[in-house]
């Protein structure tokens, strides 16, 4: 029932932008913090951006200033616009919910050229 579809992720230059969706069903969307989370190949998940129920955020030193995490609780999003981005910013990109475990979607692969 609970499903986490990310999107929007791709092919972009570096010093370029993107924007990343997660749609989200299956749960009470408006009381949950949601996260964005990266994997490079080789490299830890690591947690990048997180967004309370109540619009407060905090983000990864490695990406503030350039990325913006976001949530629309009637549309049940979660956004991730990324901008100035960097060969580093290649990933895997998850859209993540704390639900008692850990629960990540499928993830949308985003790949930087320089």
């Known amino acids: 029932q609970l499903q986490l579809v990310e999107s929007g992720g791709g092919l972009v230059q570096a010093g370029g932008s993107l924007r990343l969706s997660c749609s989200a069903s299956?749960?009470?969307?408006?009381?949950?913090?949601m996260a964005w989370y990266r994997q490079a190949p080789g490299k830890q998940r690591e947690l990048v951006a997180t967004?309370?129920?109540?619009?407060?955020?905090n983000c990864a030193d490695s990406v503030k200033g350039r990325f913006t995490i976001s949530r629309d609780n009637i549309k049940m999003m979660v956004n991730l616009q990324k901008t100035s981005l960097l060969p580093e910013d290649a990933a895997v990109y998850y859209c993540?919910?704390?639900?008692?475990?850990?629960?990540w979607g499928q993830g949308t692969q985003v790949t930087v050229s320089s």
């Open positions: 299956g749960f009470i969307f408006s009381i949950n913090t």
């Open positions: 993540y919910i704390d639900i008692g475990k850990d629960y």
């Open positions: 967004i309370t129920s109540r619009g407060g955020t």
